[in-house]
């Protein structure tokens, strides 16, 4: 009864479904991560053609690039803001427990990919197929392709392009202001276009230069943040660990507002569970179906243990003054 009813709304499905495999995995994700770096750096094979295959680096750059956005940063601040400093521990947890969904949804769909119809040579998969060809079941496979092409087509896109469009436009004062945010969602659109309009392997051709270099750029600039507030570490990490578990935090409700917005921003960065990633790994050439879901995994922690972690700490240090959330 505790993954029923009102505990859905807040991911705890999710929770679930992570705390299944990570128990009939033995821990997969924990037990196997130095597995999980040695495959990224795997090399697929050319193909006959002459072709350059998706490798499992060029999959990973394509779940992170989905992974790693605005949500990092908006979604972290919302967090802090919403629950308190304790809802960076339980994104971790999150993190945690979503490294075995990936891991598994991931796995699964390299089991069960196609090859493409249109001659290229790439494959295409995902919860849809597996439901299809691994359970049988045509109607909610189809029913879930139908969903993530509303949800990640429009709304994930639109959340994401207007976050970057209000950020950008809150910085330009003066009657420029009007015509900037329009101009650019078109730029925005443009450059999508460019990206996808080739295909997965353009796709992965731009990911796998810019997901590293925008990555290196941010952690680089919030590593420089931390480091001018470095006195103010020891602090933040007691904030996080004691709005996780305080007492005083337990009495005035704060615990389950950290849990909560732990568990939302958490499971909204990292997209394990959702159904988004798989899509990416089922196009990787890979000499067995497990080597994708150890690189997805590898990227839930990318994108929450390292880029998300590196967002709280630059809010976390840089907010002057006690009793601060």
């Given at each position: 009864?505790?993954?029923?009813?009102?505990?859905?709304?807040?991911?705890?499905?999710?929770?679930?479904?992570?705390?299944?495999?990570?128990?009939?995995?033995?821990a997969?994700?924990?037990?196997?991560?130095?597995?999980?770096?040695?495959?990224?750096?795997?090399?697929?094979?050319?193909?006959a053609d002459?072709?350059?295959p998706?490798?499992?680096?060029?999959?990973?750059?394509?779940?992170?690039?989905?992974?790693?956005?605005?949500?990092?940063?908006a979604?972290?601040?919302?967090?802090?803001?919403?629950?308190?400093?304790?809802?960076?521990?339980?994104?971790?947890?999150?993190?945690?427990?979503?490294?075995?969904?990936?891991?598994?949804e991931?796995?699964?769909?390299?089991?069960?990919?196609?090859?493409?119809?249109?001659?290229?040579?790439?494959?295409?998969?995902g919860?849809?197929?597996?439901?299809?060809?691994?359970?049988?079941?045509?109607?909610?496979?189809?029913?879930?392709?139908v969903?993530?092409?509303?949800?990640?087509?429009?709304?994930?896109?639109?959340?994401?392009s207007?976050?970057?469009?209000?950020?950008?436009?809150?910085?330009?004062?003066?009657?420029?202001?009007?015509?900037?945010?329009?101009?650019?969602?078109?730029?925005?659109?443009?450059?999508?276009?460019?990206?996808?309009?080739?295909?997965?392997?353009?796709?992965?051709?731009?990911?796998?230069?810019?997901?590293?270099?925008?990555?290196?750029?941010?952690?680089?600039?919030?590593?420089?943040?931390?480091?001018?507030?470095?006195?103010?570490l020891?602090?933040?990490?007691?904030?996080?660990?004691?709005?996780?578990?305080?007492?005083?935090?337990?009495?005035?409700?704060?615990?389950?507002?950290?849990?909560?917005?732990?568990?939302?921003?958490?499971?909204?960065?990292?997209?394990?569970?959702?159904?988004?990633?798989?899509?990416?790994?089922?196009?990787?050439?890979?000499?067995?179906?497990?080597?994708?879901?150890?690189?997805?995994?590898?990227?839930?922690?990318?994108?929450?243990?390292?880029i998300?972690?590196?967002?709280?700490?630059?809010?976390?240090?840089?907010?002057p003054?006690?009793?601060?959330?």
């Amino acid at each position: 009864m505790a993954c029923k009813s009102r505990w859905f709304r807040y991911g705890n499905g999710e929770i679930c479904a992570g705390l299944y495999f990570t128990v009939r995995s033995k821990a997969v994700q924990v037990r196997l991560f130095p597995e999980m770096l040695r495959v990224l750096k795997d090399r697929s094979q050319p193909r006959a053609d002459g072709s350059k295959p998706v490798s499992s680096f060029g999959a990973f750059t394509i779940s992170a690039a989905a992974r790693v956005g605005t949500g990092n940063i908006a979604g972290v601040a919302t967090a802090v803001t919403l629950g308190g400093a304790g809802a960076v521990f339980w994104m971790w947890v999150m993190a945690l427990i979503g490294g075995a969904s990936a891991f598994v949804e991931s796995a699964l769909a390299q089991l069960y990919k196609v090859r493409d119809r249109d001659g290229s040579g790439t494959y295409r998969g995902g919860p849809a197929y597996y439901m299809q060809r691994g359970l049988g079941k045509r109607r909610p496979g189809v029913l879930f392709a139908v969903a993530i092409t509303v949800t990640f087509g429009f709304v994930f896109n639109a959340v994401q392009s207007n976050t970057i469009t209000a950020v950008a436009s809150g910085s330009v004062s003066g009657g420029g202001a009007g015509w900037f945010a329009p101009a650019v969602g078109l730029l925005l659109a443009v450059l999508l276009g460019i990206a996808i309009c080739g295909g997965v392997r353009r796709i992965s051709s731009v990911t796998t230069v810019l997901v590293p270099v925008m990555a290196v750029v941010y952690l680089l600039m919030g590593t420089a943040v931390v480091l001018l507030n470095l006195d103010d570490l020891p602090r933040v990490l007691g904030d996080i660990v004691g709005g996780a578990f305080g007492v005083k935090e337990l009495a005035a409700g704060g615990i389950g507002a950290a849990i909560q917005q732990g568990i939302r921003r958490g499971m909204f960065s990292n997209e394990a569970g959702l159904g988004s990633a798989p899509n990416a790994g089922a196009a990787a050439e890979v000499t067995h179906p497990v080597k994708q879901g150890f690189v997805q995994s590898l990227g839930v922690f990318f994108d929450t243990l390292l880029i998300c972690s590196m967002t709280a700490f630059i809010i976390l240090t840089t907010t002057p003054g006690p009793g601060r959330f």
